[in-house]
């Protein structure tokens, strides 16, 4: 276990079932000992979890085989989450926090394990794998050849795919679980209307718990 600074917090390295894991300590742990579990991407666009991390929630990483959300990989973060409420003491609950890919880890283990989950935060989450990676409609990447490497699974696999993370949608409202989504209006990489629209329609048309943020003339990234 290595011992380090981030963003000025205490973080400690280690490994879980194998995989690079990591656990970042707030100055003053609120009283609950809630935590937020970044589901991919751990560097990336940090400001949120900053933010969080100095109003007292830890914050923890468990690197996945790949960002393309394999059965694997979700079922080792629900032991990831039991392992850390027993071994630091964190509420039994986490927040995951998912951006682009990571948004369909976060949403898929959100569905498939709601007892590990107090709430959801996406941005620019994938939820429809037909629009990223396979670029079938208003978008369009170059991202299909990693996903097939990492999956399998090929375009006409994917047209009668009935796992996508929209799919789960109403395991996510019959769970109750809130969600929280930010996104840009001008996304090509992963369109808003193709993903996660899809996702806040179907939440308010049937009465689930959903903040959305809209961010004017932003793509994918922050």
Known sequence: MAESVWNGFKRIDFEFEGMDAILVFPDTPNENKNWLL?????????????????MGWHLAYLKNVTRWCLDEDIERKKR??????????????????????????????????????SAI????????????????????NDLFP??????????????????????KKEKLLKANVPIIMVYGDSDDVVPYSENGAILEKYYRENGGIIETYGKENCGHHP
């Open 38 to 54: 970044k589901t991919e991407y751990f560097d990336s666009f940090p400001e949120y979890e900053i933010e969080m991390v100095k």
């Open 121 to 140: 935060y996406l941005d620019a989450p994938v939820m429809n794998l037909l629009s990223c990676p396979a670029g079938i409609g208003v978008g369009g």
């Open 80 to 117: 990831f989450v039991d392992y850390l409420a027993k071994e630091f003491g964190l509420y039994k609950k986490c927040f995951p926090v998912g951006m682009s890919c990571g948004g369909m880890i976060a949403a898929k283990f959100a569905a498939d394990h709601p007892e590990c989950v």
């Open 146 to 167: 990693d996903f097939f490497k990492a999956t399998g699974i090929t375009v006409s696999e994917l047209i009668n795919y009935r796992d996508n993370p929209i799919d």
